[in-house]
Each structure stands twice: as C-alpha cells, then as structure tokens.
C-alpha cells in the first residue's frame, strides 16, 4: 500500500449505496447447488487456466515467456475476483452469525462477552466492531496490513453488491484487480444508477488500457456525476488540508503536503521555473536534488536573492465553454497536470492570467481538435494543440507531462510524414526510443487511441487524455457507451457556430 493511502485515505464503504450487511446475497443464500454453480463460475475458469499454464511448459523464447506472463495476468485478476466474492461472503456471514449469537440465549459465556465489552465501550453486535474484527482475521489470513485489508474489503462490497458487470470482467480476466478497484472507490457517493453508466464508460476502456488511465478516467466521471455540485465539495475537503511528514530509512524523511490541486501546480511550477532559470552549468546536482534544495531554501531561508523574472510560471487551465453555457452549476474545468477542478477555482485563477489562448473541443468526446491561431508561427500553435490534446506522453500507463514530452511523428519525417495534428503526438524520450530503436509499433485508430505492439506482440491501447468519451478504443464489435444527451439550446448553438440548418442536421 502506497504512503498516500496509509496518511489520506477517505475510502469508506458506507459511501458506497448497497444494502447494509445481514441482508446482502451471498453465494450459498439458495442452498449447496447454487453455490456449486457460482463456485465454479470462478474457481473453474481459475483452475483451467492454471491448468493450460502448467501444461505450457517452460518458455525457449521471449515471446513464450510473455506469453505465459500475460496468462499469469489473468490468474491475478480470477484471483483477485475470488478473493472478492470470498470476502464479501465471509463478512456478509459473520454478521448474520453475530445476530444469531445475540440473540440465542444458550450460546455459554456470551454474558461475560458482553460484559467485557461493556467494559471497552463497544457493542460487539454492532456493524462497526464486527468489521473491525474481521478486518484484523482476513489480514492474518492472507498476511497483509489491516489498512490494506479494508481497502479489499470495501472493494469486495462494492464489486458483488454495486457493480456486477465489474466483478464479472474481473472473473473472467477482461479486466485487472487495480481497475476494478478504481471503479469501486471512485463509485463512492454516487447513485446505483450514475455507477452503472460509470461502469458502461469505464469497462471498454479497462478492458486494454492500463490502470492508471481507469483511475484517471474514473476519478473525471465521478466529478462530473456526483450529485453534490463540485464548489461544495472543494469546500468541505479545504478543511481536511494538511501537512505530515514520516521518517524514512538512513536519516531521511518525507514531507506530505495536502491542498487544493491549483496551489500544488503552482508551487511545483515555480520550483521547476527557478531550477531551469539559475541552472550552473558547474553545478552536480540532478534536477530531483536542485528542485528539493530550492524548496528547503525557499521554506527555511527565504527564496534566492537572485532577480526572477516578471513573468508568472505558466498553469494551464481548460474550461469548457459549451459546458458552461449548458449548465454552469456541474462544469469543471481541467488543470493540465492534475484534471478536473471547481469551476470557481479556475476563475480565480484566470483573473491574474497575463494571457490566454483558445482552445476548440469536440462537446461529445471533449477531445482538443484545434486551437486559436493568433500566434504568429503556426509550429507553436501546433505544439499547444498537440500538449491540450494529449495530455500526456501517448504511451500506455506513462504521465509524462507535456514539459518532459515532445511532438513525435507518427509517419517519420524522413518518410515522408508531415507536421501535422493527424501526424503528431506527444512521447517522452524514452517511449521514443522505444518507438525508433528498440522495434515498438504503433498504430493510431479512427477515435483517437493508439494501439501500441511491443517486439513481443504484447498489445496495448491508449487514449488522448483530452477525450472523455471513447467511441470505440480498440472494442470494434461493440456499441459505443455514450455520456448523458445535453440538449443544445440557442446559446449552446451560437458557441459552437453552427446555424439553425446545421444544428437539425446535427440533431
């Protein structure tokens, strides 16, 4: 479990809206033959898989061993699915087997337990305490901490009580255990009925892409779903901001700063400006030392005396003006580094902004598809075009910012291949080289993905972080999953410049 859970985790199943515990399906609730036949559903299609693994034999070659890596992949996530359904079950009977304790007067030395927790302040037929007490065995059981062990519990719940069609691409290894647990946790506060289109959107996607975009993804739909409007929830969460640190190994340690995404962007700008602008070219240090040495200054000393300079470090905000238009009370804009924040907070950040720059969206996938032409060389438009619309290096899993990231051509240069928006997307330097020297293979698709193949034939997708809404990424056979229809009245029509006969049409 990663630091961030352990000092700011506000994961809670009871944010999550099922049934309470005691009166949740379980697979034995219709006697031996349903749970024969649901047992099965899983742990066969685990153990024929194993099977066919073992049968496989030792790879003779790389491909081979990839091979049988990625099959190893789909036993975590049939695994992962078991582990759910197991835990979910288990809890759901412990709690029935607490309420037949409580109430069955024979059980011996139930009084003195009572007692006992009387003396602890506790009620040990309440649902808190028996999970607390579960928690603590389902992690001496599978020897991993309670922290972790909620975390699997509550996805447990989410996935066999909130999200069937999840539990069920995670037992059949369409999808990995990270994403469907990204899929429960960002299905927090939301309705059963939001959850179950977030679970149309989101299922396509995780089917190839890599964890990291699923929690991206899901993390912009939850915003954009959740039926408290965002202003408030920014407000409330202001009030959990926080600095902590922990100690780490040989005399070091780790300063966590908690507090609104704009204000983190800002200071990280800054400290990555003054490390660029006072950069010696006598000086040993890596950039990661002069930006955290820069920050101790600043804190402890001061900033350098150095003169700056009279130009603000740049934070790039989108705001959807359609969006806005149709229902500014639920639009949110998108701070590049970091992803949708408060409409309200990217306000006030445009009130100091010394310029801006217009960006053109598709309304329906939120795709960047062109940008304001008033600069004077159209290779600068080009590149800012390419940065909102992409995000990120275009590699699967990588989120290399657009400042550690440069415009690559699809079709070289040297064959032929223009500069030009069809033809360029960003990669970092490293993804580069994997592209142009090491054999990698990418084919960019009609809706925006690209479908990556390594030397190995190991198949990847990914998508523009720009488009909220993938029409078909990589599922050829399968309908598109499509957000809400918003209705585009006269001044949603005017800010997209369509006339009368052009909107029908579009209709």
């Known amino acids: 479990m990663s630091k961030r859970e352990v000092f700011h985790s506000d994961d809670d199943p009871h944010r999550l809206h099922i049934t309470p515990p005691g009166s949740r ?65 288990s809890f759901e009977l412990s709690i029935r087997e607490a309420e037949v304790q409580r109430t069955d007067p024979l059980i011996p030395d139930e009084l003195l337990r009572e007692k006992s927790a009387e003396c602890y302040g506790v009620n040990p037929s309440e649902e808190p305490t028996i999970r607390s007490s579960f928690v603590a065995e389902a992690a001496g059981a599978v020897r991993v901490s309670e922290r972790s062990m909620q975390t699997k519990l509550m996805t447990a719940e989410g996935l066999r009580s909130l999200c069937p069609d999840t539990f069920n691409a995670l037992a059949r290894a369409a999808i990995t255990g990270k994403s469907a647990q990204e899929i429960v946790r960002h299905a927090q506060d939301l309705l ?25 993804r899901a993390r912009k739909m939850r915003d954009r779903l959740h039926p408290q409007p965002v202003e408030e929830r920014h407000e409330q969460v202001r009030e959990a901001r926080s600095v902590v640190w922990w100690p780490e190994d040989d005399g070091m340690a780790v300063l966590r700063a908690y507090m609104p995404a704009e204000d983190v962007l800002a200071i ?93 969206t598709d309304p329906w996938t939120g795709a960047v598809i062109d940008v304001g032409r008033t600069r004077y060389r159209p290779p600068q438009a080009l590149r800012d075009l390419v940065r909102y619309r992409d995000q990120t290096c275009q590699f699967p899993g990588c989120n290399r910012l657009p400042e550690r990231s440069e415009i690559d051509h699809i079709d070289d240069w040297a064959k032929g291949g223009g500069t030009t928006r069809k033809n360029c997307r960003l990669l970092c330097k490293q ?63 005017q800010a997209l410049g369509w006339h009368d006969g052009e909107a029908q049409e579009a209709g």
Do not use: C
């Open 25 to 89: 399906e379980y697979t034995a609730r219709d006697g031996t033959w349903s749970a024969e036949i649901e047992s099965d559903r899983v742990f066969g299609t685990l153990l024929d898989t194993a099977t066919k693994l073992r049968d496989m034999g030792a790879p003779t070659t790389a491909a081979e061993g990839l091979s049988r890596l990625e099959t190893i992949g789909r036993l975590r996530s049939m695994i992962d699915a078991a582990e759910a359904m197991l835990l979910s079950d």
């Open 192 to 216: 059963p009925e939001d959850v179950e289109q977030m679970e149309k959107v989101l299922l396509p996607i995780a089917h190839t892409a890599s964890d990291q975009t699923v929690s991206n």
């Open 268 to 360: 990280v700008n800054t400290i990555n400006w003054h490390a660029g602008a006072h950069r010696d070219p006598d000086d040993q240090r890596s950039d990661q030392q002069l930006r955290v040495d820069i920050l101790r200054d600043a804190l402890l000393d001061g900033w350098p005396e150095r003169a700056g300079t009279p130009l603000k470090p740049r934070v790039a905000i989108t705001i959807p003006a359609v969006e806005m238009l149709a229902d500014p009370k639920r639009t949110l804009a998108d701070l590049e580094g970091y992803g949708p924040i408060p409409l309200g907070a990217a306000l006030k950040l445009t009130e100091q902004a010394p310029s801006f720059l217009k960006v053109l």
């Open 431 to 493: 993804h580069q080289m994997f592209k142009h020297a090491l054999g990698w293979q990418v084919v960019y698709l009609p809706d925006g993905s690209a479908e990556w193949r390594s030397p190995h034939e190991v198949v990847m997708f990914e998508v523009p972080g720009s488009i909220t809404t993938p029409q078909v990424f990589g599922q050829r056979d399968e309908p598109p999953a499509m957000l809400p229809v918003v209705k585009l009245d006269g001044r949603t029509r």
